[in-house]
């Protein structure tokens, strides 16, 4: 059990350029959730995926990101167009199932300029 | 909506002394609860959890938490707190029927003095 990886663990863009994250769940997990902290603030639901299904979408979650997991396994969060606003740590957990804890990566912090 | 409320931004304790993080939460049916803990620039580590059964669990790092459904509440206690627990505290709540996405509060940062 290596736990959740995340990559980059930094990134620092430009307004307008788009930004793609990828997520590599514990190896098991068929449950994937993508989260998103802001300074001072709890993390916030965006997505999450069964095995390659994407179930439930947050409104936070604009047209400008999308969310894949193709063969159920990794998972990649792009936006975009960036925003300001989008300035945030994007966190990534994983469950075995449902009813089960998720355990967290180290987050890609990411900067818009 | 579910809604997680931590009422403690800060707290400071000194090494040793006890520790009690508090965690309110509104939702209608049984959640799942969970305590996570983060250091600074790093992801969440899971603390403890609550199912069922048991309304006191015990988690890694010698730390606690009783489940009181009649208040709403799952504190977070440890009895004897080290300086490496310094860090920010967070209480989560999920429910099976949201698919077990979680709802975090806003966190509680605890300073230890030595």
């Known amino acids: 059990d290596t736990g959740v990886s995340q990559d980059p663990r930094h990134k620092i863009t430009k307004r307008g350029q788009n930004v793609t994250f990828r997520c590599d769940p514990i190896s098991e997990h068929n449950r994937l959730y993508w989260y998103r902290q802001t300074l001072g603030q709890g993390p916030e639901f965006l997505t999450y995926?069964?095995?390659?299904?994407?179930?439930?979408k947050s409104r936070l979650l604009s047209d400008r990101f999308s969310a894949e997991r193709p063969k159920g396994s990794f998972s990649t969060l792009e936006i975009q167009r960036t925003e300001q606003g989008d300035s945030a740590m994007y966190l990534c957990?994983?469950?075995?199932?449902?009813?089960?804890?998720?355990?967290f990566g180290p987050g890609t912090r990411l900067t818009v300029t | 909506a579910q809604s997680v409320t931590q009422p403690d931004i800060h707290i400071t304790v000194s090494e040793g002394a006890s520790l009690e993080l508090r965690c309110n939460y509104s939702?209608?049916?049984?959640?799942?609860l969970f305590w996570y803990v983060q250091s600074p620039g790093q992801g969440l580590q899971l603390l403890l959890k609550y199912f069922s059964g048991d309304t006191l669990v015990q988690g890694i790092k010698g730390f606690e938490a009783e489940f009181k459904r009649s208040q709403s509440s799952f504190n977070l206690r440890k009895p004897s707190v080290h300086w490496s627990d310094a860090a920010e505290y967070f209480c989560?709540?999920?429910?099976?029927?949201?698919?077990?996405?979680?709802?975090f509060g806003t966190g509680t940062q605890l300073k230890v003095e030595l």
């Open positions: 939702y209608g049916a049984t959640p799942y």
């Open positions: 995926f069964q095995n390659e299904a994407q179930l439930e």
């Open positions: 957990a994983s469950s075995l199932a449902i009813g089960y804890e998720q355990y």
């Open positions: 989560a709540v999920g429910f099976t029927g949201g698919g077990n996405k979680l709802t």
